[in-house]
């Protein structure tokens, strides 16, 4: 039983270059959350999504960044022109409900290096 | 909003010696759940231990303790006969929601295990 699959777990982008970055959450999991975790900090909510639907986005930056979880194939996180303040580990989680007793598996993370 | 604070940076501990790491947090909610998570060098995270702020009774999980003040809005780890394999950094986090959606994220600590 595969955990939650991220890739790539490197990402190297020009300022200026579009980065789509990548989650697999486990077999039977259909809710996904990305959090971005800067140097020296802990992680920071992004998004959560359920299957075709976005549930909670108050965490993401209002312009470039954009997340989707199709109903067939892997959540993505994409950032359009990265900067490089957008330089960061990017982790998703799947769950597979809400609510109590739930439990978020986490990926490996994804680092993204703009340079 | 809700904030979590971790306030020592970094510890360190002899092999088998017992070592406490510290939280605390803010919120207005009455309902809530912290969790401890654990980030090896690997980057993955692993949750370590969960607690509902609901249960008097303080989570344990083997070799993991917490003492859950919720007056005082305090939530230590404490971990028994340190192995090598705990060095990692150490996560605090929060959440109102149901169970596992929008963590709120300490900033971490640094945990080293000295053989």
């Known amino acids: 039983n595969a955990g939650v699959m991220q890739n790539p777990r490197h990402l190297v982008r020009r300022r200026g270059q579009e980065a789509r970055l990548r989650c697999s959450p486990m077999?039977?999991?259909?809710?996904v959350y990305w959090y971005r975790q800067l140097p020296e900090e802990g992680l920071k909510f992004m998004v959560y999504l359920q299957k075709e639907n976005i549930i909670d986005e108050s965490g993401m930056p209002k312009e470039r960044f954009s997340a989707e979880f199709p109903k067939e194939g892997p959540s993505i996180l994409r950032i359009q022109q990265v900067v490089r303040g957008d330089s960061a580990a990017y982790f998703c989680a799947s769950s597979r409900d809400r609510g109590q007793n739930t439990e978020a598996f986490f990926g490996q993370g994804t680092r993204l290096t703009v340079v | 909003a809700q904030t979590v604070t971790q306030s020592q940076p970094e510890m360190s501990v002899q092999e088998a010696e017992t070592v406490t790491l510290s939280c605390t947090y803010d919120?207005?909610?009455?309902?809530?759940?912290l969790f401890w998570y654990k980030q090896p060098p690997s980057r993955q995270m692993i949750l370590v231990i969960r607690?509902?702020?609901?249960?008097?009774q303080n989570a344990t999980e083997n070799r993991f303790s917490v003492n859950f003040q919720k007056a005082a809005k305090s939530f230590s780890l404490k971990i028994s006969d340190s192995q090598l394999g705990d060095t990692a950094m150490y996560f605090c986090?929060?959440?109102?929601?149901?169970?596992?959606?929008?963590?709120?994220f300490g900033k971490g600590m640094k945990l080293t295990v000295n053989p």
């Open positions: 607690q509902e702020a609901y249960k008097q």
């Open positions: 077999k039977g999991h259909s809710h």
């Open positions: 919120t207005s909610e009455n309902n809530y759940y």
């Open positions: 986090a929060f959440t109102s929601q149901g169970g596992s959606e929008k963590l709120v």
